[in-house]
């Protein structure tokens, strides 16, 4: 199955919601711990304190999420850059996906925003395999700053159905493409985007990550690009 990493600051009370546990139970998971250290801190003396509390409560997050249908398993990083660290990690366990934790119940609806600048057929690949046969509701969701992407639009929604997925679509003429995606989000439970647009550095460290999770409380999963997944970085 595909792998999806979860990251969680797991030693300042980071925790994800029954519903990220349910919605990610058709996929394999990786569910990692991480701690970020002042830069003056050696990560073996991390370990060394903090090591035993950390594990416990990341066992116990990777058995509920095999409780909740897939395979899971765990890693613990002490680190000094965060963004690193995720995508290296993403890299080491081949994930599909990262996944911005937010509190959900059942998910019923999901949002999954497309261009034509990120790879369209890998994400759908991805929703297909995460909804399954389950009761999802697709809400495929496109904001272009011209009339024209119609078509873009409507050859997604024929792919999802294809897959026997219940499909809306949603196309906005926009100046501003990001603020119209934000309108789109309340009324689902999560939300699927590609990298590229916007990227998973800006999720991680930028406003955007901010704006769209105050708007949806949900969590975010983000598909990796093809070229990202094949880089590794060094921590």
């Given at each position: 199955?595909?792998?999806?990493?979860?990251?969680?600051?797991?030693?300042?009370?980071?925790?994800?919601?029954?519903?990220?546990?349910?919605?990610?139970?058709?996929?394999?998971?990786?569910?990692?711990?991480?701690?970020?250290?002042?830069?003056?801190?050696?990560?073996?003396?991390?370990?060394?304190?903090?090591?035993?509390?950390?594990?416990?409560?990341?066992?116990?997050?990777?058995?509920?999420?095999?409780?909740?249908?897939?395979?899971?398993?765990?890693?613990?990083?002490f680190t000094h850059d965060r963004e690193q660290t995720?995508?290296?990690?993403?890299?080491?366990?081949?994930?599909?996906?990262?996944?911005?934790?937010?509190?959900?119940?059942?998910?019923?609806?999901?949002?999954?925003?497309?261009?034509?600048?990120?790879?369209?057929?890998?994400?759908?690949?991805?929703?297909?395999?995460?909804?399954?046969?389950?009761?999802?509701?697709?809400?495929?969701?496109?904001?272009?700053?011209?009339?024209?992407?119609?078509?873009?639009?409507?050859?997604?929604?024929?792919?999802?159905?294809?897959?026997?997925?219940?499909?809306?679509?949603?196309?906005?003429?926009?100046?501003?493409?990001?603020?119209?995606?934000?309108?789109?989000?309340?009324?689902?439970?999560?939300?699927?985007?590609?990298?590229?647009?916007?990227?998973?550095?800006?999720?991680l460290r930028g406003d955007e990550a901010e704006r769209?999770?105050?708007?949806?409380?949900?969590?975010?999963?983000?598909?990796?690009?093809?070229?990202?997944?094949?880089?590794?970085?060094?921590?």
């Amino acid at each position: 199955m595909t792998r999806v990493l979860v990251p969680v600051e797991i030693l300042e009370g980071g925790s994800v919601s029954y519903g990220l546990m349910n919605l990610l139970g058709t996929m394999d998971v990786t569910v990692l711990g991480y701690h970020v250290l002042p830069e003056q801190t050696p990560t073996d003396q991390a370990r060394e304190q903090f090591e035993e509390r950390a594990v416990s409560g990341l066992e116990d997050l990777a058995e509920e999420f095999r409780e909740a249908g897939g395979d899971a398993e765990s890693r613990l990083v002490f680190t000094h850059d965060r963004e690193q660290t995720v995508d290296r990690v993403a890299n080491d366990v081949d994930a599909r996906a990262y996944a911005i934790t937010g509190a959900t119940g059942d998910v019923g609806r999901l949002l999954v925003p497309i261009a034509g600048d990120v790879a369209v057929n890998r994400i759908l690949d991805f929703v297909i395999e995460l909804v399954g046969d389950r009761d999802i509701t697709v809400t495929l969701f496109l904001a272009s700053e011209a009339d024209g992407a119609d078509a873009l639009l409507e050859e997604a929604a024929g792919t999802l159905e294809d897959a026997d997925i219940t499909t809306e679509t949603e196309l906005v003429v926009s100046a501003r493409p990001f603020d119209a995606l934000i309108d789109a989000v309340p009324g689902h439970d999560a939300i699927v985007i590609g990298e590229e647009a916007p990227s998973l550095s800006t999720f991680l460290r930028g406003d955007e990550a901010e704006r769209i999770a105050s708007a949806s409380v949900g969590p975010v999963l983000v598909v990796r690009g093809e070229q990202t997944a094949a880089e590794s970085l060094g921590e």
